[in-house]
């Protein structure tokens, strides 16, 4: 038998995603209604106290319901998390963590339960456990971002499938393993099936099952900085944002946050699943023997009924915004969330890939997007949600894309370089992998016949790979545009592209819901009225080069231009 030179697997695929697309919505709807409120619960459970007493009774918590040394542990780990500035970030990660492992535990335990009772059960839910644990976990990304947008949501659906497995593997390993002559003495004893789980069988298999569940929580914690890039926030954005901007200390304070919550969960858990019984003493009260778990009670329910009964002052309209992490797209979002927010909204900054970016804005899990560049370098995504979007126009004109040299290199176009690649180690420097101006600088390379190689990397790697040469006065070429704060900093040109391989002159638009409009039309309008000139946007993006952070760069060129932002609020 002759197979077909590729099978359509791709394609059959993308059919089952858009039937369950197209018929699964309401259910996929429900999920989201169950998942987010659970997450915003247990974030608001941390955020709503002050944060020196959410610490200290935490600490007391975890001192009562496991050891004094775990307790001071936390007083410290979390003291160390506040003192850096990520306490909410942690929040949100920690939220994200339980909300992740409740629901493996949930939907696990059950399964690890079926897999004992029964040889085929366990035959066919193995392998799909060893599908689940094998496959990359990027690739849950991408379905869970087509049946639930941006956000928390898709981010805990692709954690639950990474990190389920060991819960029911061990669950199952477990109640295997207890002996089988402790399982005849129940019988012999006339107790049922249930009383045989949950009399014996369990409780002998805590150990393991707890074991489980402890891997299921560093999995989950391990899915925080692959869940970022779909929105998914926390400590995750922290450490995707100083990945692709090269902030080798931000990243280190955001990695050590995880480590330090990270420990603290895992020594939680072995701590639960090693606890020995209470040996109770009726003759010095019942209070004594059980004051910790009445005081942990006490403090925990203390914490889940606050943020029920705290009421805010004001509560203001909510704003998302998303982008991609570009120097120049990292400036326009956060100048525009100034604004919004001077105008009294509370607003949310969602940073993605490209992909995810138009997604979040045609499902409504953003409300809009100041990074379109069009018409050529995003058409083909206006195209793909032109029903579920509003194009507002362009707020930054007079951009230029291309090749860019240093001034004293001496080609001063694509051509120059042919015969002369070795000078440039035959490499061009290159951004993100799913820009379409790779694409546009794949093609380039092919049609010019140049013997080079596009390397693959991040906006910021780019031009910090730039800078270096040119410190060096060493050639290099790399995919670059204009306004970009490079051009401020150093002499720069473009090659000349007698091909036009770029295309015309690009233009930033502002893309929404088609729904806004209707929904919240203030924020409309002012997003609507947003523009600026690449003059100021360099500006702002020099100033996060030099060290501000983006929200105080955008907050100061707000500071320093009221008449331009005053015709936006008009």
């Known amino acids: 038998m002759i197979l077909p030179k590729k099978i359509p697997l791709d394609q059959w695929i993308n059919a089952i995603v858009k039937w369950l697309q197209d018929n699964l919505t309401p259910l996929f709807t429900f999920i989201s209604g169950i998942i987010e409120p659970t997450v915003n619960f247990f974030q608001s459970v941390l955020t709503t106290p002050p944060t020196l007493v ?74 799909f456990l060893d599908f689940m644990q094998t496959m990359p976990a990027f690739v849950y990304l991408i379905p869970a971002v087509f049946f639930f947008s941006l956000g928390t949501v898709p981010g805990i659906i692709a954690s639950v499938i990474f990190a389920m497995p060991p819960t029911i593997r061990l669950t199952n390993l477990g109640i295997r393993q207890v002996d089988s002559e402790l399982i005849e003495a129940a019988d ?5 099936s249930i009383q045989k789980l949950f009399k014996v069988q369990l409780p002998l298999a805590k150990t393991t099952i707890m074991a489980g569940i402890n891997q299921t929580i560093m999995l989950s914690l391990s899915m925080v900085v692959v869940a970022s890039m779909i929105g998914a926030g926390g400590l995750g954005t922290i450490v995707l944002r100083a990945i692709t901007r090269l902030e080798v200390g931000v990243g280190f304070e955001g990695g050590l946050c ?30 004594r023997n059980h004051w910790r778990g009445a005081v942990a009670s006490i403090l925990a329910l203390s914490l889940l009924v606050f943020p029920v009964t705290y ?58 997007t100041v990074a379109a560049w069009l018409p050529v370098q995003h058409q083909l995504y206006v195209d793909k949600y032109k029903s579920q979007i509003k194009d507002l126009g362009p707020n930054l004109e007079g951009t230029t894309l291309g090749l860019v040299v240093p001034s004293y290199v001496k080609a001063n176009s694509v051509s120059d370089m042919k015969g ?71 002499k720069l040109k473009f090659l000349k592209d007698p091909r036009n391989e770029f295309g015309q ?64 609020m008009k």
């Open 188 to 192: 012999a004893f006339g107790a049922t």
């Open 505 to 568: 002159k690009e233009k930033v638009h502002t893309i929404v819901n088609k729904d806004l409009q209707s929904n919240n039309p203030k924020a409309y309008k002012i997003m609507n009225q947003f523009n600026w000139e690449p003059k100021d946007m360099e500006k702002v993006m020099l100033d996060i080069r030099n060290g501000d952070s983006p929200s105080k760069a955008a907050k100061n060129w707000i500071k320093a231009n009221p008449e331009k932002v005053k015709e936006w």
């Open 311 to 368: 009421q805010p002052e004001s509560a203001k309209k909510t704003v998302t915004l998303t982008y991609v992490n570009w120097d120049s797209e990292v400036a326009s979002s956060n100048v525009l969330k100034a604004a919004l927010e001077q105008a009294g909204f509370n607003v949310k900054l969602l940073e993605v890939d490209l992909g995810p970016m138009f997604a979040g804005v045609a499902s409504g899990a953003a409300d809009g």
């Open 258 to 287: 995880i480590v330090v919550i990270a420990i603290l969960l895992d020594r939680i858990t072995q701590s639960l699943a090693s606890e020995k019984p209470v040996t109770k003493v009726a003759s010095i009260g019942w209070f």
């Open 54 to 127: 959410a610490i200290l009774a935490l600490s007391v918590l975890v001192w009562l319901i496991t050891r004094l040394r775990i307790g001071i542990y936390t007083l410290v780990g979390l003291s160390l998390i506040e003192s850096l500035g990520y306490w909410n970030e942690s929040a949100e990660t920690i939220a994200l963590v339980l909300t992740a492992t409740a629901i493996s535990i949930i939907i696990g335990l059950p399964l690890g339960i079926i897999a004992t009772r029964s040889r085929g059960a366990q035959n066919v839910i193995m392998p």
């Open 420 to 490: 002369s690649e070795g000078q440039f180690k035959k490499e061009i420097i290159g951004i993100e992998a799913g820009s379409d101006m790779m694409k546009q600088t794949e093609k380039l390379i092919k049609d010019y016949k140049l013997d080079m190689k596009l390397v693959e990397s991040s906006s910021a790697a780019m031009a910090a790979t730039l800078e270096k040469a040119y410190k060096a006065k060493k050639p290099v070429v790399v995919v670059g545009w204009k306004p970009h704060w490079m051009f401020a900093k150093m």
